[in-house]
């Protein structure tokens, strides 16, 4: 038996929104397949739902560490892709992954490839360890520079940046900057909810 099936037995898995038995997200919380779309200045973004009611509370459980949700999340962010394609995750800060014990857009990220022709680069570093959660508008769309680039060259690649939410969309143009001062090029990203 796999250390998973064990747990599972163990502890049963239930819906991140509303506790019902079965798996990380039951079929009336995950949203209903209309995306919701957002234009940034330099991206244009692809959600699965907006950041409320159960997506809400789901995205909260894969904040605080649920697997289950994000392999649920992934299943559906696939019909987003259109083939080919190059993923990077916007990656959470250093404590936030050893608090949780994994990156969750990561985690999403590598769920989606699975048995896809999509290629999961997981090189974007965050260098400042400020967070956007709980800034204000203005706070967020000042934060500039937070992100490096520690993978391959990119000359040419096409980028889907991949996050959680967004807001105000600072966090996937400062990351989309940096890609694109390494070569990449980067006009979408998907997200699991819009706030």
Same mark, same amino acid.
């Given at each position: 038996?796999?250390?998973?099936?064990?747990?599972?037995?163990?502890?049963?898995?239930?819906?991140?929104?509303?506790?019902?038995?079965?798996?990380?997200?039951?079929?009336?919380?995950?949203?209903?397949?209309?995306?919701?779309?957002?234009?940034?200045?330099?991206?244009?973004?692809?959600?699965?739902?907006?950041?409320?009611?159960?997506?809400?509370?789901?995205?909260?459980?894969?904040?605080?560490? $649920?697997?289950?949700?994000?392999?649920? @999340? /992934?299943? %559906?962010?696939?019909?987003?892709? #259109?083939?080919?394609?190059? &993923?990077?995750?916007?990656?959470?800060?250093?404590?936030?992954?050893?608090?949780?014990?994994?990156?969750?857009?990561?985690?999403?990220?590598?769920?989606?490839?699975?048995?896809?022709?999509?290629?999961?680069?997981?090189?974007?570093?965050?260098?400042?360890?400020?967070?956007?959660?709980?800034?204000?508008?203005?706070? $967020?769309?000042?934060?500039?520079?937070? @992100? /490096?680039? %520690?993978?391959?060259?990119?000359? #040419?690649?096409?980028?889907? &940046?991949?996050?959680?939410?967004?807001?105000?969309?600072?966090?996937?143009?400062?990351?989309?900057?940096?890609?694109?001062?390494?070569?990449?090029?980067?006009?979408?990203?998907?997200?699991?909810?819009?706030?």
């Amino acid at each position: 038996m796999k250390l998973q099936q064990l747990i599972d037995v163990l502890f049963p898995p239930q819906c991140g929104a509303c506790n019902a038995p079965g798996s990380g997200a039951c079929e009336r919380c995950l949203p209903n397949g209309t995306l919701a779309t957002v234009a940034l200045p330099t991206l244009d973004v692809t959600a699965l739902a907006a950041y409320e009611g159960s997506v809400r509370r789901m995205v909260l459980a894969l904040k605080n560490g $649920r697997r289950d949700v994000a392999r649920a @999340f /992934a299943q %559906r962010m696939r019909t987003m892709l #259109g083939g080919d394609e190059v &993923l990077v995750p916007v990656p959470t800060t250093a404590a936030r992954r050893r608090q949780r014990g994994f990156d969750g857009c990561e985690f999403i990220a590598h769920c989606i490839a699975g048995d896809l022709p999509v290629r999961v680069h997981a090189h974007l570093v965050q260098t400042a360890g400020d967070k956007q959660r709980g800034r204000d508008r203005d706070a $967020r769309l000042q934060a500039r520079g937070r @992100f /490096a680039w %520690r993978g391959p060259a990119l000359d #040419g690649t096409c980028v889907t &940046l991949l996050d959680d939410v967004v807001t105000t969309g600072a966090t996937l143009e400062d990351c989309a900057r940096t890609l694109r001062s390494h070569g990449a090029v980067v006009r979408r990203a998907i997200v699991v909810a819009r706030a």
